[in-house]
């Protein structure tokens, strides 16, 4: 069955940095694109990065393109997102997703407990 585990949220002042953490047991991560999405307060689920499974081509919603970077790590299963030059607009839940190909928009049911991800100073 498949399981996604993020990790590495935290409260950060605005302009620092943190990574994101996905891990995967039961599937391969390198067999599927994977998405990271976040949920803002009070507004839906909405796509922030992709890495594609085919050629590991990377995707960014445009608010954070510059600021964060998808990357994958085969022998540990993972996927990461590292964020930079955080904002306070880029406060909301983190999950991420096991997909057959990057999409914004996935009917997804494995959604995860995510990730809280808190700027503010």
């Known amino acids: 069955q498949l399981q996604l585990v993020e990790s590495g949220g935290g409260l950060v002042q605005p302009g620092g940095s943190l990574r994101l953490s996905c891990a995967a047991s039961?599937?391969?991560?390198?067999?599927?694109?994977v998405g990271w999405f976040r949920r803002a307060p009070g507004k839906e689920r909405a796509g922030v990065s992709c890495?594609?499974?085919?050629?590991?081509?990377?995707y960014y919603t445009d608010s954070v393109k510059g600021r964060f970077a998808i990357s994958r790590d085969g022998a540990k299963n993972s996927v990461y997102l590292q964020m930079n030059s955080l904002r306070p607009e880029d406060t909301a839940i983190y999950y991420c997703?096991?997909?057959?190909?990057?999409?914004?928009?996935?009917?997804?049911?494995?959604w995860g407990q995510g990730t809280q991800v808190t700027v503010s100073s």
């Open positions: 997703a096991a997909l057959p190909t990057c999409n914004w928009n996935p009917d997804y049911p494995y």
């Open positions: 039961g599937v391969t991560l390198d067999d599927y694109a």
């Open positions: 890495i594609s499974s085919a050629d590991g081509s990377t």
